[in-house]
């Protein structure tokens, strides 16, 4: 079984930064996809960012493209998210997830059978 767990929320101001991180257990996490999801209050949970398990390929939504950045380090078995210029609707609970990497695009909330607890980032205006 694998478990991740997120660190890094926190309260900005809107334009500031936060760096998310996401550790794994066990030893297969080079050969995961990881991906980043969000939560906000009343709305579904939406897909933010994800990465191949080598790092040679990454997936962004198009509302965080060019602020957000995902990356791994699959020494330290830790999947990371940057996220800069924030907003206010940023505003959410943030989830890591993770899968044995396939070739399937990696948008799809159900095909992550690995989850994190949630980190808490809000965005003040």
């Known amino acids: 079984q694998v478990q991740l767990t997120e660190s890094g929320g926190g309260l900005v101001q809107a334009g500031g930064s936060l760096r998310l991180s996401c550790v794994a257990s066990?030893?297969?996490?080079?050969?995961?996809?990881m991906v980043w999801f969000r939560q906000a209050p009343g709305k579904e949970r939406e897909f933010v960012a994800g990465?191949?398990?080598?790092?040679?390929?990454?997936y962004y939504a198009d509302s965080v493209k060019g602020r957000f950045t995902i990356s791994r380090d699959n020494a330290k078995n830790t999947s990371y998210l940057q996220m800069n210029s924030l907003k206010p609707e940023d505003t959410a609970v943030y989830y890591c997830?993770?899968?044995?990497?396939?070739?399937?695009?990696?948008?799809?909330?159900?095909?992550?059978?690995?989850w994190g607890q949630g980190t808490q980032v809000t965005v003040s205006s």
């Open positions: 066990g030893r297969l996490f080079n050969t995961y996809t």
């Open positions: 990465i191949n398990y080598s790092g040679s390929t990454t």
């Open positions: 997830a993770g899968r044995q990497w396939d070739a399937r695009q990696p948008m799809g909330v159900r095909s992550y059978p690995y």
